[in-house]
């Protein structure tokens, strides 16, 4: 049977993982095949990835000497 601080941690982590956690529905699917074909072991990271990469696009129209990350 569980202790009460290992359901009370648990509890914490769980809410913690509520509040930084993204819905992406249909996307899943090729979100998982974009970071595997990345070879990223972390969502974070393919995220990072896919922000960095928008704002070159971004900055290439104004700017258009732009070096993808």
Do not use: Y
């Not at 769980?14 to 074909?37: E, G």
């Not at 990345?38 to 971004?58: E, I, N, P, R, S």
């Amino acid at each position: 049977m569980s202790s009460p601080s290992i359901l009370t941690t648990t509890k914490k982590s769980d809410q913690f993982r509520s509040k930084t956690r993204v819905n992406i529905c249909t996307a899943f699917h090729r979100w998982r095949r974009l970071l595997k074909r990345k070879g990223m072991k972390f969502d974070g990271q393919l995220a990072t990835f896919l922000l960095d990469h928008f704002l070159c696009v971004m900055s290439c129209c104004l700017f258009p000497v732009c070096v993808p990350p």
